[in-house]
């Protein structure tokens, strides 16, 4: 029973709960201020872009080299509107399930050209159109502007390709929006619109999980689908049946997949080989849309720890983590001072790979920050938080653990 009680009382103790409560009040603090000084844009900019999740997907990631047959993508370049109707009038003719078409049409050209487009577009209910919302409302929260194709070709079937990011043109997507209110009407991404076709099931499993944004549980770029580039579109030898009944994705890949990738809705991705100075996006928005689509059919959606949850596990890690060194900086004090670095690095990356492990297998998401900041900080704070109870202890006298010996 003394020992239970001694075992206890070195365990769980008001010292240890007020040292790991201020050390994440200050944390909390620090990260406040820091992120709201101009001083720190960069820094800020960096740590929002950065997830150490894009590890996996850039360098650890082998599970996704399989094809997914139930996407097609179809890649139009540069071809002109005559050549775009042909283009959608061949695919078409191989009966595919649903066509999605990631581009816009914003004025009229030629009569007779338009024409035979908008028929195209709107001679059977299986193809989307792309729209994009703009300005978004801080105090509301809903969109005001809503950027189509010119009315003479919009056949009034829908779907939004706005992609996640704070900007999506500099920083990496990692998650999309399945759906936005608009002047009070609902919308539905481009992926939902497509999946909502093709399996009405998985499309209602996406809805019920009612998050307003959902990682992206990337597939992989071009070659992890069933794909068709711009020269096999314009050659008439080219076989079409493996679109019967699959979800045809069209929209801008580059000049054709031979040539290097150029800077046309192309986007930064967690799959991008390069995790830090990055020159090239890696991946055109349609193939990004087409990763969606996959995600959602499969359902291996990635779940986020709640930030309350990330927070109370880190602080009881945090708890048992200060209970320990402060035990073997008394304990042996020259061991502690030689191994403590190491100790550290070791346990920053144990926590990373267990991460990773969970992220990979149980596809959940765990804001690492949460627990790295304050053991990569304790260290620090505990200088300032014994000289803050010497001070007190001259004016009141206090017993604590962490009074430094005389």
Not at 7 to 26: A, E, K
Not at 314 to 334: A, D, E, K
Not at 376 to 389: G, P
Request: include cysteine; hydrophobic fraction near 45%.
């Amino acid at each position: 029973m003394k020992w239970i009680r001694k075992y206890l009382f070195f365990w769980f103790d008001t010292d240890y709960f007020l040292v790991t409560l201020s050390l994440f009040v200050s944390v909390t603090v620090l990260g406040v201020v820091t992120l709201n000084m101009t001083v720190f844009d960069p820094i800020k900019k960096a740590l929002t872009d950065f997830n150490f999740a894009d590890l996996l997907y850039s360098r650890l990631n082998t599970d996704h080299a399989t094809i997914d047959t139930n996407i097609v993508l179809v890649n139009i370049g540069h071809l002109d509107r005559s050549q775009i109707a042909k283009a959608v009038a061949r695919v078409r003719k191989n009966n595919p399930k649903i066509i999605g078409f990631d581009g816009f049409f914003s004025s009229r050209r030629d009569p007779l050209i338009d024409s035979v487009l908008r028929q195209r577009f709107s001679e059977k209910d299986d193809f989307i159109m792309a729209c994009f919302l703009t300005g978004k409302n801080e105090l509301s929260g809903q969109f005001d502007t809503l950027e189509t194709s010119d009315p003479y070709f919009d056949n009034g079937n829908r779907g939004f390709v706005n992609l996640g990011g704070s900007d999506p043109e500099i920083s990496t997507v990692r998650s999309f929006s399945p759906m936005e209110i608009f002047r009070k009407d609902t919308l539905y991404a481009l992926s939902g619109r497509l999946v909502h076709a093709f399996k009405p099931e998985a499309f209602g499993r996406l809805i019920e999980r009612r998050n307003q944004r959902e990682v992206i549980n990337y597939r992989g770029n071009i070659p992890s689908y069933v794909s068709f580039d711009v020269s096999e579109l314009l050659d008439s030898t080219t076989d079409f049946s493996v679109i019967r009944d699959k979800i045809v994705l069209m929209g801008y890949m580059g000049e054709s997949f031979d040539g290097p990738p150029d800077l046309e809705d192309i986007y930064y991705t967690p799959m991008n080989k390069h995790i830090s100075g990055r020159s090239r996006p890696d991946m055109y928005g349609v193939v990004i849309h087409a990763n969606i689509v996959s995600m959602i059919l499969k359902g291996n959606y990635i779940n986020v720890l709640p930030g309350w949850t990330c927070t109370l596990f880190s602080f009881f890690l945090c708890y048992f983590y200060i209970v320990f060194i402060t035990w073997l900086n008394r304990r042996y004090p020259l061991l502690f001072n030689v191994i403590f670095p190491v100790f550290l690095l070791l346990l920053n990356v144990l926590i990373i790979y267990i991460f990773f492990l969970i992220y990979k297998y149980w596809s959940l998401s765990i804001n690492s920050g949460y627990f790295l900041a304050p053991i990569l900080l304790y260290k620090t704070f505990l200088t300032y938080y014994e000289r803050i109870l010497l001070v007190i202890n001259r004016h009141k006298k206090i017993t604590s653990r962490f009074l430094p010996y005389k």
